[in-house]
């Protein structure tokens, strides 16, 4: 059983900073890519970075500039830093990862709220 597990949600004033990590948890064989979503009140679930195991990151262009992705290969661990932050951020984040066992799976955390007040 693959749990992924979130940390490092709240609340901060528009243009401040959070960081979000996500570790991965269970038996498999390797991590490949990961990644963080968010899912605003009403709105669908977007996935707004990536980053591959090689370490290559991805952001919708509504981050860029402002969040990073990294990971740490050796804690099977992705983080998000989130900087200058505005209102339409808020949502709840989600991890996610694909992860190789048997198979190939693809699987989600359980989400961390983020409110960036104006």
């Known amino acids: 059983q693959v749990q992924l597990v979130e940390s490092g949600g709240g609340l901060v004033q528009a243009g401040g900073s959070l960081r979000l990590s996500c570790a991965v948890h269970?038996?498999?064989?390797?991590?490949?890519?990961m990644g963080w979503g968010r899912q605003a009140p009403g709105k669908q679930r977007e996935l707004v970075a990536t980053i591959t195991s090689g370490g290559s990151p991805k952001y919708v262009n509504s981050v860029k500039g402002r969040f990073t992705i990294s990971r740490d290969n050796a804690k099977n661990t992705v983080y998000l830093q989130m900087s200058n932050l505005k209102p339409e951020d808020t949502a709840v984040y989600y991890c996610n990862a694909e992860v190789e066992g048997w198979g190939v799976g693809n699987y989600w955390g359980r989400g961390t709220q983020v409110t960036v007040s104006s």
């Open positions: 269970g038996i498999f064989v390797s991590v490949n890519d």
